[in-house]
T-cell receptor
Framework: NAGVTQTPKFQVLKTGQSMTLQCAQD?????MSWYRQDPGMGLRLIHY???????DQGEVPNGYNVSRSTTEDFPLRLLSAAPSQTSVYFC?????????????FGPGTRLTVL | AQSVSQHNHHVILSEAASLELGCNYS??????LFWYVQYPGQHLQLLLK??????LVKGIKGFEAEFIKSKFSFNLRKPSVQWSDTAEYFC??????????FGKGTKLSVKP
């Protein structure tokens, strides 16, 4: 199993550009989520999905869109990049075992918006 | 709202010293608690987790944590740290959305 994969690893954007961060998992996990990590802030939830076709907002959803057309993929779209979106983005997937979620994280995408 | 507090922003220890990192959470229901570690330049890795049973949980690399319900705490401990333990440590609680709610992290620097 490859686990959770993310592409690209690094990206530099100019303000106003759009892009999609890719996330895929091969563990057949029903639950997937996106976090952003900023210094001194820990990780904060952007969006999450409990299954194909179902998405919902997390703590910091503004400026981001997601979709979940398949169990495996959960892309994160930046519609019009802003410097405040400079961050490290982690995708995670998890399975539910007796009401307990164990999350597996991808390697992250480091995004810089100029 | 659920939250997690980590008391120490940066801890500096010498090798062989004992470690205890504090974590308190606010959540009145059944809790699932986690400690993750992030080595420099890497992604998060699960150190240990608690969801029921023995409140003393043992994880990888000699780490352990104790769940004290009355204190809403889940402190991380290691009897003797090594230089390779230099990393950032995150405490987290499972949120109502199935996500993880993270503390702000504690950076551990171990001097050789």
């Amino acid at each position: 199993n490859a686990g959770v994969t993310q592409t690209p690893k690094f990206q530099v954007l100019k303000t106003g550009q759009s892009m999609t961060l890719q996330c895929a998992q091969d563990m057949n996990h029903e639950y997937m989520s996106w976090y952003r990590q900023d210094p001194g802030m820990g990780l904060r939830l952007i969006h999450y999905s409990v299954g194909a076709g179902i998405t919902d907002q997390g703590e910091v959803p503004n400026g981001y869109n997601v979709s979940r057309s398949t169990t495996e993929d959960f892309p994160l779209r930046l519609l019009s990049a802003a410097p405040s979106q400079t961050s490290v983005y982690f995708c995670a997937s998890s399975y539910r075992r007796g009401g307990f979620y164990e999350q597996f994280f991808g390697p992250g995408t480091r995004l810089t918006v100029l | 709202a659920q939250s997690v507090s980590q008391h120490n922003h940066h801890v500096i220890l010498s090798e062989a010293a004992s470690l205890e990192l504090g974590c308190n959470y606010s959540y009145g229901g059944t809790v699932n608690l986690f400690w993750y570690v992030q080595y420099p330049g890497q992604h998060l890795q699960l150190l240990l987790k608690y969801f029921s049973g023995d409140p003393l949980v043992k994880g990888i690399k000699g780490f352990e944590a104790e769940f004290i319900k009355s204190k809403f705490s889940f402190n991380l401990r290691k009897p003797s740290v090594q230089w390779s333990d230099t990393a950032e440590y995150f405490c987290a609680v499972k949120g109502s959305q199935g996500n993880l709610i993270f503390g702000k992290g504690t950076k551990l620097s171990v001097k050789p």
